[in-house]
């Protein structure tokens, strides 16, 4: 597996964060995607999230929990510019792979 | 709103995670998997959450292995089961390609598993074993001690008067009563005579027992008191004599020529007290001074302590009431199992101690094994990693392997557990405890249990914990060194400690097996003073109904010695009321009068009442002066026959003793009677602690029960006496004719038994230490192959290098061996080496003997280690040296 390409992991991962804002922490995707269908562990995404860090695909920071939270500092990961164009190049040859393909059209 | 943390506190989950990624990174992960526990309540529930919870950490913990690797996506969740499959299939793959090792590490872990099980069990059924009464913990005994020294004891205080004036003192504690009786059973061709007790009433209500059969003494009986027709018998008896009639109850049994109603059988294996088989009802004479067991039940919550402040108090009350015969005398309380496995708790505990140690021994063997092979697979790992392997599968391959090694190694320790037990019990030598509780044993599969995972626990991490450094670190590709495999610094000391210390752990075992192993030979060797052979016993027994007061006694028995003499098999024939070296003292204080300068010297010696003709027919000469005559028995002459350690100690010449007097009694008490010293024996070991001998004539104090020692002509038999005996006297039974040697030969069952068990504990030990240093050496050795082999290559010689390898593995196991010796040397003396306060039923002698590790055993120890050290190393060596040196410099 090439590493400039995303993983379907990575590319759910990043969609998520997108969803929510591009600004994040581990539990809020993992929520996220279970909440469309999915289904992932906590430890894959923050196994994935680490991952993409190394990558420079997206970049973290620690914060001091909000004032009604509990507990101690969070980690949140924010998407960087290199994310979001290879999802959308991942997205293009998907796009283009899809079409054509009568038996996968969903009905009408 | 803001989410909340669920589970609040999760010790166990933080600290596998701080174990596995370090504090700051399981911080991190621990809030948001408690965040996420926290929606999944709200949303499903207290249960799903936790459940999720440990899910995901589980996953978290596993997650560094499994998705650290090369492939990012291989998907979420765990391994399939197939993947489990193809894996242990592989890891069978890779044992079956080490046989030895593999071999090995079953063997050490199937031997430590079946050692320590068997011998476990055992010794868990001594000091733990539950009594078979109900709620044993209420139960003590009560105990008489007499305050003012020198006083003879039990015999003479009225126990009877004691146990009925503390009934109406402590009126919340049940007392009950026992005296030792013997029966004779007719029913069948010839009667039979056992043991048994003449019980007060409530006396199976207070200890306790649920009747086999039947209903025990019925309330009708018990108010009847003197109802002395109803009896129980044991099961062993029913089994034996009545055929295991279920109808028995209700029917009447001959007991002693009276007709008893059997109101019951008692539960199996018990035949407490005394080993009892009848248990009568009686009331007992207050005035009487015979001896009475008795038996405590004091109500629920009531200690030890509070029971003997209320004795305290008593002890005053009942001195007022009978200041004739309890002036001296103070009240004191032991809890009944105290009273029943004490004896042998010492002996217990030295073997758990063993057990311990052999566990250790396992435990060590087997994770310095489970170090060396992941080891040595180094190379393999670190290609497969190469090769695409995503962590997650090496570490499973490891494990895998641990796990299968375990298993395997526990199914064999099973069969091994078997094994010993049962010849651990066809010894025949099932432990009695000398108060007639028969203790079966029995395999505890807890303890298998127990066992199995502590070693398998050992292989698993020993295995994966190097596995999971070298991953975790990053370090797979350092596995790839090929000098010295994966040995880094820290586990070459590793396993160097291992190595030394499982030598110390042998020396342990191995001192104190030949130390037990010495002191056992030296009490089978001990000059007995008497003879074994050609000498057989026949107990005899005289009950108070056809000799009442014992009136009669000693002329039947002297009739019936002379009698059984006439057969032409026969030397002689004589009766003693107690045999050599059988359970029990009999002790008196002695004073001899004006010897050694003229100062009166007391002494402890042991007593026996025996017939005229018994020294003779025993084989202890007389070295000065005679034995008893029947005329001197007829006038109760004050006579005494003394043994020749006791005279050699009171005079340089024993013979001039001859005619002088001495006094069984105490020093200050000028009542008892002075005896005139007849003769001076030969020293015999009438008894284990007290080598002293004093007989006097049996008339003095005519026993009911009495052996009947006969010497009998070369190549007799025992069934030969016994068809001769009903000759003698058809009343008396004779189903009891054995042979002195056999006796003194099952006397010692165990101490036996003991050593039997250290012995076994020893050669699986120095069998342990063989094996694993086998292992560990040869994985070292193996590892230095390539560096053997540029030495070869470059001339160096042979044997230098085999002395190179071997004097350091030689080396490292002495020094552990130094350390356990001395460690044996500080502890075992202190622990065992008193002798064991003088009790009634002191029947382990090993503890008397005195346990001090000798010089012999240790260094004859340190050479069999070191001789299996240099082995374990030599072989090896030589097998590395005799391949090809370019060869091996070619295999990398």
Same mark, same amino acid.
């Given at each position: ?108 | ?49 936790? &459940? ?64 320590? =099980? ?7 059924? #001594? ?101 002395? *027709? ?98 001296? #005398? ?148 350092? &596995? ?9 610094? =820290? =586990? ?8 030394? *210390? ?54 039947? #028995? ?44 007391? *002494? ?24 008893? =005559? ?242 374990? *190393? ?19």
């Amino acid at each position: 597996m090439s590493r400039d390409r995303l993983g379907s992991l990575e590319q759910q991962v990043l969609l998520a964060m997108l969803r929510l804002g591009g600004d994040t922490y581990a539990v809020p995707i993992v929520r996220e995607i279970r909440e469309h269908g999915g289904d992932i562990s906590h430890a894959s995404v923050y196994v994935v999230l680490r991952r993409m860090q190394n990558r420079g695909l997206v970049t973290s920071d620690m914060r001091p929990p909000g004032p009604n939270e509990r507990g101690r500092e969070r980690r949140f990961f924010q998407v960087q510019a290199a994310a979001v164009a290879q999802l959308q190049e991942t997205k293009r040859t998907l796009s283009s792979l899809w079409q054509g393909i009568e038996v996968l059209e969903e009905p009408r | 709103m803001s989410p909340g943390q669920y589970p609040a506190r999760t010790p166990v989950i933080g600290w596998l995670l701080r174990w596995i990624h370090g504090a700051e990174e399981a911080g991190e992960i621990l809030i948001e998997l408690r965040e996420l526990g926290w929606y999944e309540r709200r949303e499903r529930g207290a249960l799903r959450a936790r &459940l999720l919870f440990w899910r995901e950490s589980l996953r978290h913990a596993a997650g560094r292995q499994l998705r650290g690797g090369m492939d990012p996506d291989d998907g979420d969740g765990g391994p399939g089961l197939g993947a489990w499959l193809t894996d242990t299939r592989h890891a069978l793959r890779k044992l079956r390609h080490s046989p030895l090792h593999s071999v090995i590490t079953v063997a050490v872990l199937g031997l430590g598993i079946g050692a320590v =099980t068997a011998v476990f069990s055992l010794v868990n059924m #001594l000091l733990f074993a539950t009594l078979p009464f109900a709620q044993p913990d209420r139960l003590f005994t009560l105990e008489d001690v007499l305050t003012r020294p020198g006083q003879p004891a039990n015999p003479y205080t009225p126990q009877a008067r004691s146990l009925y004036a503390l009934r109406d003192l402590l009126p919340e504690v049940d007392l009950a009563g026992h005296r030792f009786g013997t029966f004779r059973v007719h029913g069948g061709d010839v009667p039979t005579q056992v043991i048994g007790v003449h019980v007060t009433d409530r006396w199976f209500e207070t200890v306790g027992v649920r009747p086999f059969l039947g209903r025990g003494f019925s309330q009708e009986q018990q108010a009847a008191g003197a109802g002395a *027709s109803a009896a129980m018998i044991g099961h062993d008896l029913w089994q034996r004599r009545f055929g295991a009639d279920t109808s028995i109850v209700d029917t009447t049994v001959l007991l002693n020529g009276q007709p008893h109603l059997i109101s019951g059988v008692m539960p199996p294996g018990l035949r407490f007290p005394w080993g009892s088989e009848v248990w009568v009802q009686s009331e007992f004479d207050r005035t009487a001074t015979f001896s009475l067991g008795t038996v405590m039940r004091v109500p629920e919550g009531t200690g030890l302590t509070e029971l003997r402040a209320q004795l305290a108090v008593a002890t005053d009350q009942v001195a007022q009431m009978y200041p004739e015969t309890h002036t001296h #005398l103070r009240f004191n309380a032991k809890s009944l199992r105290d009273y029943l496995v004490d004896n042998r708790a010492g002996v217990a505990w030295m073997l758990l101690a063993a057990v311990a140690m052999l566990l250790l021994l396992a435990c060590a063997n087997v994770a310095g094994l489970a170090t060396v092979r992941v080891l040595g697979q180094g190379k393999e790992l670190a290609v497969r990693a190469a090769l695409g392997s995503g962590r997650g599968r090496l570490f499973r391959l490891v494990f895998i392997e641990g796990a299968l090694l375990a298993a395997s190694g526990g199914l064999l320790g099973l069969a091994v557990a078997v094994l010993l037990q049962r010849s651990l019990a066809s010894l025949g030598s099932a432990p009695q405890s000398g108060v007639g509780l028969v203790l079966s044993i029995g395999m505890d599969y807890r303890v298998v249990g127990f066992t199995t995972l502590t070693t398998g626990l050992a292989a698993v991490l020993a295995s994966t914990l190097p596995a999971l450094r070298a991953l975790n670190s990053g370090r797979a590709g350092s &596995l790839l060194r090929t000098r010295g495999g994966g040995e880094d610094r =820290t =586990t070459g000391r590793l396993l160097s400690a291992t190595l030394a *210390s499982q030598a110390g752990i042998g020396a342990v075992l191995l001192i104190v097996s030949v130390t037990v192993a010495q002191a056992y030979m030296s009490l089978e060797s001990t000059e007995r003073g008497y003879e074994g052979t050609d000498r057989q016993v026949l107990r005899v027994v005289l009950p108070d109904e056809d000799f009442p007061g014992g009136d009669g006694r000693w002329q039947h #028995l002297e009739q019936m010695a002379r009698q059984i003499e006439e057969s032409p098999d026969v030397v002689a024939a004589g009766y003693t009321h107690h045999l050599p070296m059988t359970p029990g003292t009999w002790t008196r204080p002695l004073t001899f009068e004006a010897l050694r300068d003229g100062v009166a010297v007391s *002494s402890r010696a042991s007593v026996r009442w025996v017939g005229t003709s018994y020294l003779d027919a025993i084989g202890i000469d007389m070295l000065a002066g005679r034995s008893f =005559t029947a005329e001197e028995m007829e006038a109760a002459a004050p006579v005494v026959v003394i043994s020749a350690g006791l005279a050699a100690r009171m005079s340089d010449n024993p013979a001039t003793l001859v005619g002088g007097r001495v006094t069984t009694g105490s020093r200050d008490e000028d009542d008892r009677p002075w005896l005139e010293v007849v003769g001076v024996a030969e020293q015999a070991q009438e008894e284990w602690i007290h080598t002293d001998t004093v007989y006097l004539p049996y008339s003095d104090v005519p026993h009911a029960w009495v052996e009947m020692v006969v010497h009998v002509q070369p190549g007799t038999g025992v069934r030969q006496l016994a068809a001769w005996l009903p000759r003698v006297d058809p009343e008396q039974p004779v189903d009891d004719v054995r042979s002195l040697a056999t006796m003194a030969a099952t006397e010692l069952q165990a101490e036996r038994l003991a050593t039997q068990i250290v012995g076994v504990l020893a050669v699986g030990g120095l069998i342990i230490t063989l094996l694993g240093t086998y292992g560990l050496v040869s994985f070292r050795v193996g590892q230095r192959r390539r560096d053997l082999g540029i030495r070869m290559a470059l001339g160096c010689d042979s044997r230098r290098l085999v002395w190179h390898v071997v004097s350091r593995g030689v080396a490292l196991v002495a020094v552990g061996f130094m350390v356990g010796a001395l460690l044996t040397w500080v502890l075992v003396p202190p622990l065992f080496g008193g002798s064991v306060a003088e009790t009634d039923y002191v029947d382990l002698h090993l503890l008397n003997a005195g346990l001090s590790p000798d010089p012999g055993a240790t260094s004859g120890s340190l050479g069999l280690v070191l001789l299996t050290a240099s082995l374990a *190393s030599l072989i090896p060596v030589l097998r590395a040296l005799a391949s090809n040196p370019l060869s091996v410099l070619r295999e990398d």
